[in-house]
C-alpha cells in the first residue's frame, strides 16, 4: 500500500484516501493491525559479523599465515635440537607478539568501521505526537505506522516519511539527507515535474529532518526501513570496504613469500640429504627450518603498523584523524577525489559579492564571515568574468540607496550576528544563512545591526512562503514614520514596484530600467549567484489596519544582492595539485547543477563549459553508459545517495582508487564502499563519521590533498623498508642455500640469523619509517590501479640487493675458510667431516665474518633504499637523522656482540684486520651500487591530468 504511490503527486485528500486513514487519525485498533503488517517503525540490522568472528578473522591473511607458520618453525628448532632451545622460544615470543599485536589492530578498525548503523539509529527520534481516536497523544516513535497523522512544531524530529496535510511557514532542515545546509521551506501543494530531486519534494518531510521554523501536519506514508533514512541504512550494510592496496599488497606478498619459503626447505633439505651425506636427515631439517625461518621478515607486519601510526600522527597536524589505519597508505595511491560542494569546497558562509544598484554597480570583497572587506565600483557586468573586475573603491557613506539598500536587509532578517568568539577577525552568524549574508555585507559598510534595530519597532511581518516568493516586515521609526521593507525573488520584487530610489529622489520605474534590472538578476544566476530583490514603501503612520496585498504594492525598488557560498581559500591550489599529482577532482553535491557548475568552473575544477549531470539523468543512465559519463565529467548535481554510490561504484570497475567526502547521512553509503571515505569533522553527521576511514576537523577540500601527500610519504617510505627486509632476507637464504649446496657447513647460525632479523634489520626498517619523502612526490602519478608493490623494478633490487649480499658474504666466509685450512673441501680437495675439532675453530671464525659482512652490508645497504629515483649521492642524507642513529645503534650492537662476554652466548670469534678491509671493501659495494635504475623510472617523468 505504501510502496506503490508516488505522495508528492496526490492532493493530501487522495493521500488520507490511498492509506486507510482519515483527519482523525487511525483507530488504536487499525493501528495494531498495521504494526503487525509493517513492522515497528525501527533500522534493522543484518549481516553483521559478531565480534570473536571478527577476531579469528584477523588471522587469516597470508603473511599472518607465514607469521604462524614462523612459529610454529622456531618452536621446532627446540625439538629436533636441544641446544637451541632459548633461541627458538625467543624467535616464537617475539613473532607471537607481532601477530596478537596486529590481530587488535586490524580488530579495532574492522570493528569501529561497522558502528554506522548504531550512530543512524541515534538520528531517530525517540517521541511523536500522533493523533489517534481523534485525540492527539505523545507515543514512542517506534510505534506509529503508515497512516498516522503527526504534528510538528519548530525544533521537532521528523520520525519517519510523511506528506504534509497543513503547513504555516514550516521549513525543515535535511541536510543529513541532501547534504545541503540552507533550509527546505515546505508546502501542501502537489508536484507535478518529471523526476524530481530528494531535495524538490517540497510536500513531504522525511524521516531524521529537523523542524527549523513554523508548524504542520502530516501523515505518515513510509516507516522504518521503507523511508529515505531507512534506504540509506540498508546501503550503509551492504556497503562492503574492500582490501585496502597496501592490504592486498601484503596478501600479495605472504603468498609469494610462503611459496619460496616452502620451496627452499624442501630444496635444502633434499640437498643435504642426498647431496651432503654429513648431515642426516634430522641435521638436514634443522638447517631446512633455518632456511625458512630466514626467509621470513618477522618484523614486516609491526614495521607497517608503526610506520602507518607515524601517518596517522603527521595527519592530526594536518587537520585529519584517521579512523581506519590501513587507509593512510590508501590516500596516497588515490586517483579520484569525489567531493561535496558544500562546506569543503566553499566556505558555507554566504556572502554578497555583488549589488545592483540604479545608477550604480559595486562588488564587495572579502569571503565568507571575515570582517575584511571593501566596496568597489564595478562596470555593468556583460558576464561572469566582469563581475571580478573591480576598479576604485565605493563611496558608502555618499550613497543613500546602498546604506538604504543594506538597512533593508538587516531589517528585512531575523538572523544574529557576533563577533566569533574563537576568532575575533571574522562574525559569527545564528539563523538563516542568507540572511547572515545580509547581515555581514551591512557590517563591512560600518552599519551596525544593533544601532540599526535600536532605530526601529517591528510592528507586524508578512512571513516568506514558496507561493509568494518574498517577504515584508512593517517597522516604525523614533520619528514615528511607519515603514515595509520587502525582500524577494528580483522577478516577484519588481513587479510590485512603481518607483526607483535614485539620489535619494523616488522616480517612476520605466520599462527600460525593469529590463535592466532583470537583465542584471539574469547575468547573476548565471553565475551561481543567489539574488534578492529590496524594496521599501512609506505607509500611514495612523494605520494599523495592513493588507499583505495593499501593503506590497507600488513598492520603491532600492537594487539587489547576488550571493555566492566562495570557495575556501587555497581550494584552488589544491585542485592543481591535484592535476599536477595525476589525481582527478570530482564535484557530487545535492545543490543545483547551475550554482554547482558554476562554483567547478570558479576554482578550475571544470576546464569548459560541458556543465554538470543531474541526479534524474543518471537514473536513466545504464551501467556502461555512468562508466563513460564518469571519465568525462567532473560536475554532478541534485543527486541522491544511490546516485553517489552508482557514481563511486563505476569508477571503482575502472580500478580507479577513490576517496569520497561527505558530511549527510546521505552520504554514509557512498563513504563507506569508497577505497577512503572521508567525514567533515564540524558539520558531519555522526553516521557519516562512523563510516568514514578519515575525519576533517577544518571540513577543507585543501586538508584532503595534504593529506594525499602524507599518505604517499609513507607508502614511500613503506617501500623503502620492503625493499631494504626483503633484499637483507634474500642475502641470507641465498647465502645458506649456496653454501649448502655446495657442500660446505651453513655460513650463519640461527641465532645469527634472528640477530640479523631483528636487530640489525629492525631499527633502520623502522627509521625508513620517519624518512624525509623523496623531492617532487606531488609532482609524479599516483601507482596504477591494480598495481603491486613487488613489481618488476622492486623485484629486481631485491634480487640484486640480495645477490650482492651474497656475494660479499660469499667471498669473505670461503677467504676464512682458505685462510684457515688452506683448501676448501668439496671444491679443491676431498670432503671432510666438518665437525672434527680440526676445523671447529676456523668455522667459527668464518661465520662471524659471514656475520659481520652481512650486518655492515646491510647497514650500508640500507642507503640505497631510500631514494628510487636517485643515486645515494644525490639524496640528501643529513635529512635522514632517524636512520644515521638506528645504523650506528645496530653497529654498536653488532660489535658488543663480537668484542664482548656476549660473544660467548652468540658462538663468536675474533678475526684479523685483513678481514675487516675485505669485509669494509665488499660492503661499500652495498652502498655505492646505483640500483635506482633498476626501478625503471624516468627521473623527468611528471603527471598531469586535466
Not at 178 to 185: A, H, R
Not at 555 to 580: H, N, Q, T, W, Y
Not at 819 to 848: D, M
Request: glycine content about 8%; hydrophobic content about 45%.
Amino acid at each position: 500500500m505504501t510502496g506503490k504511490h508516488e505522495w508528492f503527486r496526490q492532493s493530501s485528500e487522495e493521500v488520507l484516501e490511498n492509506l486507510n486513514s482519515s483527519a482523525d487519525g487511525l483507530s488504536d485498533q487499525d493501528a495494531e493491525q498495521r504494526l503487525v503488517e509493517y513492522g515497528p517503525n525501527e533500522l534493522e540490522e543484518f549481516g553483521r559479523v559478531g565480534p570473536l568472528r571478527m577476531f579469528l578473522q584477523q588471522f587469516t591473511n597470508p603473511m599472518v599465515i607465514i607469521l604462524l607458520f614462523a612459529i610454529v618453525v622456531s618452536i621446532a628448532t627446540v625439538s629436533f635440537h636441544s641446544s637451541h632451545e632459548s633461541e627458538g622460544y625467543i624467535d616464537a615470543i617475539v613473532i607471537s607478539a607481532i601477530v596478537i599485536i596486529n590481530a587488535v589492530f586490524g580488530f579495532v578498525q574492522e570493528y569501529r568501521s561497522e558502528q554506522a548503523l548504531e550512530a543512524l539509529k541515534d538520528l531517530s527520534a525517540p517521541k511523536a505526537i500522533v493523533k489517534r481516536n481523534g485525540e492527539w497523544r505523545e507515543m514512542e516513535a517506534g510505534q506509529i505506522v503508515p497512516g498516522d497523522i503527526i504534528s510538528l512544531e519548530t525544533g521537532d524530529i521528523v520520525p519517519a516519511d510523511a506528506r504534509l496535510i497543513s503547513n504555516v511557514n514550516l521549513s525543515t532542515d535535511e541536510s543529513a539527507l541532501t547534504g545541503e545546509s540552507l533550509s527546505v521551506q515546505k508546502s501542501v501543494k502537489s508536484i507535478t515535474s518529471e523526476k524530481p530531486a530528494l531535495g524538490d519534494l517540497t510536500n513531504l518531510v522525511f524521516q531524521g529532518s529537523v523542524v527549523t521554523s513554523g508548524k504542520g501536519t502530516a501523515i505518515i506514508t513510509s516507516t522504518g526501513m521503507k523511508t529515505e533514512f531507512g534506504k540509506i541504512a540498508q546501503l550503509v550494510q551492504e556497503s562492503k570496504q574492500e582490501l585496502t592496496p597496501l592490504q592486498l599488497d601484503l596478501d600479495d606478498l605472504g603468498k609469494r613469500l610462503g611459496a619460496i619459503v616452502l620451496v627452499l626447505s624442501v630444496l635444502v633439505f633434499v640437498a643435504l640429504v642426498f647431496v651432503n651425506a654429513t648431515y642426516d636427515w634430522n641435521e638436514a631439517l634443522f638447517v631446512g627450518i633455518a632456511v625458512a625461518v630466514a626467509a621470513i621478515p618477522e618484523g614486516l607486519p609491526a614495521i607497517v603498523t608503526v610506520t602507518l601510526a607515524i601517518g596517522v600522527s603527521r595527519m592530526v597536524k594536518k587537520n585529519a584523524i584517521v579512523r581506519r589505519l590501513p587507509s593512510v597508505e590508501t590516500l596516497g595511491s588515490t586517483t579520484v577525489i569525489c567531493s561535496d560542494k558544500t562546506g569543503t569546497i566553499t566556505k558555507n558562509e554566504m556572502t554578497v559579492r555583488y549589488i545592483h544598484l540604479p545608477t550604480k554597480k559595486a562588488a564587495l570583497t572579502g569571503a565568507g564571515y571575515s570582517k575584511e572587506g571593501v566596496f568597489h565600483n564595478v562596470s555593468a557586468p556583460g558576464d561572469c568574468d566582469e563581475l571580478s573586475k573591480i576598479e576604485d573603491p565605493f563611496d558608502v557613506e555618499g550613497s543613500q540607496e546602498l546604506k538604504l539598500l543594506l538597512t533593508a536587509g538587516q531589517l528585512c532578517s531575523t538572523a544574529i550576528i557576533s563577533t566569533n568568539p574563537d576568532d575575533e577577525s571574522s562574525w559569527r552568524i545564528v539563523g538563516d544563512p542568507t540572511e547572515g549574508a545580509l547581515l555581514v555585507a551591512a557590517e563591512k559598510a560600518g552599519i551596525g545591526l544593533e544601532s540599526t534595530r535600536a532605530q526601529y519597532e517591528e510592528l507586524t511581518e508578512f512571513s516568506f512562503d514558496s507561493k509568494r516568493k518574498r517577504m515584508t516586515t512593517i517597522l516604525r521609526d523614533k520619528s514615528g514614520q511607519t515603514w515595509a521593507f520587502s525582500k524577494g525573488a528580483p522577478e516577484i520584487i519588481q513587479k510590485l514596484c512603481s518607483q526607483i530610489l535614485v539620489a535619494g529622489k523616488e522616480r517612476q520605474l520605466d520599462n527600460q530600467t525593469r529590463n535592466e534590472i532583470l537583465d542584471a538578476n539574469t547575468i547573476m544566476a548565471g553565475c551561481a549567484m543567489r539574488v534578492l530583490a529590496l524594496a521599501y514603501r512609506k505607509l500611514d503612520s495612523k494605520s494599523t489596519d495592513w493588507n499583505e496585498e495593499e501593503v506590497e504594492s507600488n513598492l520603491v525598488f532600492l537594487g539587489l544582492m547576488g550571493m555566492i557560498d566562495p570557495p575556501r581559500e587555497g581550494v584552488v591550489e589544491a585542485i592543481v595539485k591535484c592535476r599536477s599529482a595525476g589525481i582527478r577532482p570530482i564535484m557530487i553535491t545535492g545543490d543545483h547543477v547551475l550554482t554547482a557548475s558554476a562554483i567547478a568552473k570558479s576554482v578550475g575544477l571544470t576546464q569548459s563549459d560541458s556543465g554538470g549531470i543531474t541526479g534524474s539523468e543518471i537514473s536513466d543512465m545504464s551501467d556502461d553508459e555512468l562508466n563513460r559519463i564518469v571519465n568525462e565529467r567532473n560536475v554532478f548535481a541534485r543527486v541522491a545517495p544511490e546516485h553517489k554510490l552508482r557514481i563511486i561504484q563505476a569508477l571503482k570497475s575502472q580500478n580507479h582508487i577513490v576517496a569520497m567526502t561527505g558530511d549527510g547521512v546521505n552520504d554514509a553509503p557512498a563513504i563507506k564502499t569508497a577505497d577512503v571515505g572521508i567525514s567533515m569533522g564540524i558539520r558531519g553527521a555522526g553516521v557519516t563519521k562512523e563510516a568514514s576511514d578519515l575525519i576533517l576537523t577544518d571540513d577543507n577540500f585543501s586538508t584532503i590533498v595534504s593529506a594525499i601527500e602524507v599518505g604517499r610519504e609513507i607508502y614511500a617510505n613503506i617501500r623503502k623498508f620492503v625493499r631494504f627486509l626483503l633484499s637483507a632476507n634474500t642475502g641470507e637464504v641465498l647465502i645458506v642455500f649456496l653454501m649448502v649446496m655446495i657442500g660446505l657447513p651453513i655460513p650463519l647460525t640461527p641465532v645469527m640469523i634472528l640477530w640479523i632479523n631483528l636487530v640489525t634489520d629492525g631499527p633502520p626498517a623502522l627509521a625508513l619509517g620517519f624518512d624525509p619523502p623523496p623531492e617532487g612526490i606531488m609532482s609524479r602519478c599516483p601507482r596504477k590501479p591494480g598495481a603491486r608493490m613487488l613489481d618488476k623494478g622492486m623485484i629486481r633490487i631485491i634480487m640484486i640487493g640480495g645477490i650482492l649480499a651474497t656475494f660479499a658474504a660469499s667471498t669473505v666466509y670461503l677467504y676464512v675458510l682458505w685462510s684457515g685450512i688452506g683448501y676448501i673441501p668439496g671444491i679443491t680437495g676431498p670432503r671432510v667431516n666438518w665437525v672434527l675439532p680440526l676445523y671447529a675453530e676456523t668455522l667459527i671464525v668464518a661465520q662471524t665474518a659471514t656475520f659481520s659482512t652481512m650486518v655492515l652490508f646491510q647497514l650500508l645497504w640500507v642507503w640505497n633504499c631510500r631514494d628510487e629515483w636517485n643515486p645515494v649521492w644525490r639524496t640528501n642524507i643529513r635529512e635522514s637523522r632517524a636512520l644515521f642513529i638506528a645504523v650506528a645503534f645496530s653497529l654498536i650492537l653488532t660489535l658488543m656482540v663480537l668484542y664482548t662476554p656476549l660473544s660467548i652466548a652468540f658462538g663468536t670469534a675474533p678475526f684479523g684486520m685483513d678481514v675487516w678491509v675485505l669485509i669494509i671493501g665488499l660492503s661499500l659495494i652495498g652502498f655505492l651500487a646505483p640500483v635506482y635504475r633498476l626501478m625503471g623510472h624516468g627521473l623527468d617523468e611528471i603527471c598531469e591530468v586535466e
